[in-house]
């Protein structure tokens, strides 16, 4: 390596009565390229530092808390590290609750996106800590002791809970009341880690399997098909469908609203707004499963009946969930409007 020397202007007269920069060199130099090098190097030198110099900035029992939090998630997450492990083999192969692989990564961006407005820690909250961490202790216990009578997604279910209280616990232990209610979205977020439980999942199943049901004689009374219904099940013209608790479209119904809570947090304030874009989901989801029942069955009736077990009604989920994405974001737009004027 070698040293590069450092131009230094000074300033002169020219002997006209003009103002000129000259570096230690004699080389003429531009006052204003100056002035813009140097603002650019405070600028870099800023950002270099900013996010150093807050934390630096901060009290000495602020960051001793931050460093406690952040410690007792750790051991938190070690001590979690087998059944957290047999959650995240058991989401990759499920359908339903595939989702909960990008749950923390959520939770954590939507806490980075919100840093600016998060409080200083505060002192703790008593009530809270004991409140989050008694139903963290009733999960881990009854996981523990009625694991034998449990299926494997209850018993997930309850350690997943279990595993969130803690979390939510420790946050009030170390941050404070404050900090946790200007984070609660981010932090309630992490409840979607939890799978459904089999009872839920199974009343959820029919529920919405007979509301899709609904909806498709709707549509296919539009159509102008001919049917005969026996509740879920319609006899068309040359074969017979039943909508069974598969075909019920609680998964992507479920995605759904996990998108539409996401999207009234981040696009929309007002909290009646919010509510509208999240209930919207629940004849959405109804409408696009029925949509889709109708659909399938008129290929059948027009096509043939080798129609059911096409791609479009073994793998043609997501498609139908494309589409739904488009008037739940058309009311978003229109709802996000509506704020803006107001």
Not at 66 to 81: E, P, S
Not at 95 to 124: E, K, W
Not at 149 to 160: E, R, T
Not at 171 to 185: I, N, R, T
Request: proline fraction near 5%; glycine fraction near 10%; hydrophobic fraction near 50%.
């Amino acid at each position: 390596m070698r040293p590069v020397p450092v131009r230094s202007g000074v300033r002169a007269d020219d002997g006209d009565g003009q103002e000129v920069v000259r570096d230690q060199f004699g080389d003429h130099l531009d006052p204003m390229q100056s002035k813009r090098e140097q603002a650019t190097a405070g600028a870099a030198s800023g950002q270099r530092g900013g996010a150093w110099a807050a934390w630096l900035d901060l009290p000495r029992p602020q960051r001793m808390r931050i460093r406690g939090c952040v410690a007792y998630v750790v051991l938190l997450t070690l001590i979690f590290i087998q059944p957290l492990t047999r959650l995240i083999v058991y989401a990759a192969h499920s359908d339903l609750h595939s989702h909960i692989l990008l749950v923390p990564f959520i939770a954590g961006y939507l806490l980075y996106n919100q840093r600016g407005s998060l409080p200083a820690p505060c002192s703790r909250s008593v009530g809270g800590t004991l409140l989050l961490g008694g139903i963290g202790l009733a999960a881990l216990a009854a996981g523990i002791g009625w694991r034998e009578s449990l299926s494997v997604n209850d018993h997930l279910a309850l350690m997943a809970l279990a595993f969130v209280s803690f979390v939510a616990a420790g946050g009030f232990l170390f941050l404070g009341s404050k900090w946790m209610a200007a984070a609660a979205f981010p932090v309630a977020f992490l409840i979607f880690i939890v799978p459904l439980p089999d009872a839920a999942v199974n009343w959820l199943e029919r529920a919405s399997a007979l509301a899709s049901a609904e909806a498709a004689a709707l549509y296919f009374n539009m159509a102008g098909t001919t049917l005969v219904r026996h509740g879920t099940v319609f006899e068309l013209p040359g074969i017979v469908l039943a909508v069974a608790q598969e075909c019920s479209g609680i998964r992507s119904s479920w995605v759904l609203f996990i998108t539409s809570l996401l999207a009234s947090h981040l696009f929309l304030r007002t909290p009646w707004r919010r509510f509208v874009l999240v209930a919207f989901v629940i004849p959405l989801g109804i409408l696009r499963n029925g949509f889709r029942i109708m659909v399938i069955g008129l290929l059948c009736v027009h096509v043939g009946p080798h129609m059911i077990d096409s791609i479009i009604h073994r793998r043609g989920g997501p498609v139908f969930f494309a589409l739904s994405l488009i008037p739940l974001f058309l009311l978003l737009w229109w709802l996000r409007h509506g704020e803006r004027r107001g």
